[in-house]
């Protein structure tokens, strides 16, 4: 199987993050990369197929604001990466506003998820082998793998968060549906729910998105995946969540991912993307 992977994914790296309301180191760092590729072996470097498939997915304003939150962050007089700490909770309207605090809170959920001078460069890098395996599998193949990081699937069009600045998954399902596949699903199989893959695809019908994942009730991100969530308008019946409580064995782990497969191919797609997520595994630094 070939496997794709950019070392630029690597140069994100942010110091620390806001966990548990105290700053801790940053969770998610390059460390998880050298694991996985001693995993995985040897890979391919993707080609660049520009920013035209992230922006398929992603509001350009959004994807600008990466790009420019660092320098605005650094002219701001701050030190260190750049967080959020202001959110609009409720009743969001689109805003000119110029203080990089307000972008910030206008374009993420959390505060773990800090914006350094190489995240745009890593996130677009993770984005492209996304791409390369999924050109691979319309080329063809039956399967190809995608090492992404910094990961994506909490990343919504327009919002950042849990690590994830660009949605590789989304992205990845968009590319295929814009060459011509009529139907694509989603297994999101990790820890946490993907809340921003959920957002993208809630109200369409041609996107299929089933996520095995703990319990929002009392684990991240709370706010999404809660298994009255179905989808709407044309998108009514295409999302399905299953989350589980803590202590859940295998068995009903396996049974829980056996209902998500039966239900995607009873949705029959064209492609499957797995949006896969090692934090399930209790030796993983996020877990």
Known sequence: MRIFYDDAQRDHAPARELHNGAFAAYAETPARVDAMLKAVGPTETPADRGEAPILAVHDAAYVGFLKEAPRLWQEAGRPGDAIPYAFPIRGRRPLRLDRVDALLGAHAFDATTPITADTWRSAYASAQSALAATQAVLDGERAAFALCRPPGHHAGADYCGGYCHLNVAAIAAQAARDAGVERVAILDIDYHHGNGTQDIFYARADVFYA????????????????ADETGEGAGLGTTLNLPL??????DAFRAA??????AIAAFDPGLLVVSFGADTWEGDPIS
């Open 257 to 262: 991912q056996a209902r998500a497969l039966e």
């Open 211 to 226: 996520s095995v994942h703990a319990d929002p009730k009392r684990d991240y991100p709370f706010y999404w995946g809660h």
């Open 245 to 250: 409580p803590h202590g859940t064995s295998r």
